[in-house]
């Protein structure tokens, strides 16, 4: 993890922007890059956002070392 790096973020609820640090946020990396997103709490309104991850956001997230699940299809 890349000591003190910080993310600027809007929440999709509240609308406010939030700098939080690498901890606050988990990625998912879905099947295929619409399956794909990361998320956080917001500080202001505690709403739980997602927001989908592209692969510039993906590789700031992972190169920070955020914390990331790979989802996997479900049995059919």
Known sequence: MTE?????????DCRAKVELPVPAFR???????????YSFGCP???AAVRKPAGE???AALTGAGVSTMRLVPAEG
């Open 44 to 46: 202001e309104c505690g």
């Open 56 to 58: 510039k956001i993906v």
């Open 4 to 12: 003190g790096t910080r993310f600027q973020v809007y929440c999709s």
């Open 27 to 37: 990625l998912a990396l879905g099947a295929t890059p619409e399956r794909t997103f």
